[in-house]
């Protein structure tokens, strides 16, 4: 697993603590991302946790908005703005 | 009628003491707004003969007349001369602008009309009339006993300023400025004017709390103004300074002051909203407070300038909590966060926020989200941040406590530690959306 996608995976679980949601089991690359047990409000969390982790939020800085479905696509976003 | 500038004629002492230790005394303001009162009238009169003399007067002789001010002194030397001796003045930020006086030769004083300006924390900034009474009504004047030095903290020429500085004036206390300057600078002037007496937002007595040398001040008179007041501060507070008397304030520039809490609890009794307190009365509609003030704001007004219902109660816009016999302030309706769909009340989340015992001031504001269109962001200054501290661990404990004491949508999706927290011209936290 590469150190980005245990970053965030670690992140999940944070979040999940404090925004009171319960995560899947055995979530993968394939897993759709509000199927992962966080919601929206969840999400915009591990967003703010994640910029505080890698110093960067892509979602704010990116002109379009895209919106990774899987983890996997969530993990190349965060991916290509580290690039 | 009285005019506050004869209401000062008989005090002796120091009126004003200015940052470098001189003192202005009663008789010397007294002295110098009679002999502005003089120069205004001179003016006005030879302004009058050309009128009568030269029927190409000059439009711009009979104009509104502006008199500066850039310090607490000349603020107070001013307003002393146009009160009672002309019909109507409007305060602005470093002037005064006033029509003529139009009883030129006669004795008696007038009734005069002040225009005052809202701080425009979450608007545009209103003009709002009051009288001479109307400002004065709160005052707890104690006759000359010269037992007081209190600090000014707001800018003078707002309305929770303006009753600073006539409450001093008027008990024949001291006044000092203190409404500027860095917190430790504060400090010091306080120490070394010996000040007993302040009134600040709570805002402004948290950075007072967290600079070192507090204790060495001896008040005996606190006041909160101008934003809610919390447990948590009104506890420390009275804690530091157990011989004090504590109020929180609930004032506002259009509804003038509207009762004063001293019972060291945040909220206010709801008894009052059944039985109305100082002259006023209140009501709840909508969990929105209005405040019927006991004289007539909006007849005093235009049309427009304040908002009431039919029996002259106003809209405070504040957004009010009932729990048990104590109404608890939320926040402002116009100020809140829409977290997909849900308010979210910035100062309820700084209010917990400021209850956790690593959080000295707090600021809460909205983030533009794709997703939910707002998120919550707070910026937080530490208490005492220890050495070494990881702010990482301590930003998590802080949300893990905010989940203990809000709602999901409430909570902070991110925590900020600053240094610093800036305060606005009034004293209260920028509130500027990011």
């Known amino acids: 697993m590469s150190d980005l996608k245990k970053t965030i995976l670690d992140c999940m679980e944070q979040v999940a603590v404090i925004a009171d949601c319960t995560l899947i089991e055995n979530i993968s690359d394939d897993t759709v991302l509000l199927q992962s047990g966080l919601d929206s409000l969840g999400f915009a969390m591990l967003v703010a946790q994640l910029e505080e982790e890698l110093g960067t939020d892509p979602f704010s800085e990116m002109e379009l908005a895209v919106y990774p479905r899987t983890l996997g696509e969530f993990v190349t976003v965060y991916k290509n703005a580290l690039s | 009628m009285t005019t506050l500038l004869q209401q000062l004629d008989t005090f002796d002492g120091a009126a004003i003491t200015l940052p470098n230790g001189d003192t202005i005394s009663f008789s010397s303001i007294v002295s110098v707004s009679n002999v502005l009162r003089e120069e205004i009238k001179a003016v006005a009169t030879k302004s009058a003969d050309a009128l009568v003399n030269n029927s190409h007067q000059n439009d711009a002789e ?44 006669e004795k008696s004083a007038v009734n005069s009309t002040w225009f005052l300006f809202t701080s425009g924390t979450t608007g545009k900034p209103k003009q709002i009339a009051h009288t001479t009474k109307s400002i004065c009504a709160s005052l707890r004047l104690r006759g000359h006993s010269k037992q007081s030095c209190w600090a000014l903290t707001y800018k003078p020429s707002k309305f929770a300023g303006i009753q600073v500085i006539l409450q001093s004036l008027l008990s024949g206390d001291c006044l000092v400025d203190c409404s500027s300057g860095s917190p430790d600078e504060k400090v010091a002037l306080l120490k070394e004017t010996k ?63 509207g009762f004063a809490v001293s019972d060291n609890k945040a909220g206010f009794p709801k008894s009052w909203v059944e039985n109305g307190v100082n002259r006023n009365y209140l009501r709840i509609k909508q ?72 959080v000295a001031q707090a600021r809460v504001y909205g983030k533009e989200n794709k997703i939910l269109g707002s998120v919550v962001v707070a910026d ?18 802080i949300l893990l406590y905010c989940k203990t004491h809000l709602d999901r949508k409430d909570m902070p999706t991110k925590i900020n530690v600053v240094d610093t927290l800036a305060l606005s011209d009034s004293g209260k936290l920028v509130r500027a959306t990011s």
């Open chain 2, 62 to 105: 009979t104009k509104d007349r502006e008199l500066p001010f850039s310090s607490l002194t000349e603020f107070v030397i001013g307003l002393l001369a146009l009160e009672g001796w002309v019909e109507e003045f409007s305060i602005l930020s470093d002037r005064f602008i006033y029509s003529p006086p139009s009883t030129l030769g």
């Open chain 2, 380 to 397: 937080i200054v530490l208490s005492k941040p220890p050495a070494n501290a990881d702010n990482k661990k301590i930003k998590l404990s």
């Open chain 2, 195 to 257: 000040a007993s007496a302040i009134s600040a937002t709570p805002s402004w007595w948290r950075q007072l709390l967290m600079t070192n040398s507090i204790d060495s001040l001896n008040l005996t008179h606190i006041t909160l103004g101008g934003e809610t007041a919390d447990q948590h501060l009104l506890s420390t507070l009275s804690t530091c300074f157990p011989s004090a008397k504590i109020f929180h304030i609930y004032a506002s520039t259009e509804a003038g002051v």
């Open chain 2, 287 to 358: 969990n929105i407070l209005w405040i019927k003030p006991w004289f007539d704001a909006a007849r005093l007004n235009n049309a427009g300038a304040i908002e009431c219902d039919d029996e002259g109660y106003i809209n405070t816009q504040d957004v009010v909590l009932v729990e048990g016999e104590r109404v608890f302030f939320k926040g402002r309706l116009n100020g809140t966060i829409n977290v997909g769909g849900h308010k979210v009340f910035p100062e309820t989340v700084e209010s917990v926020l400021l209850s956790s015992p690593l």
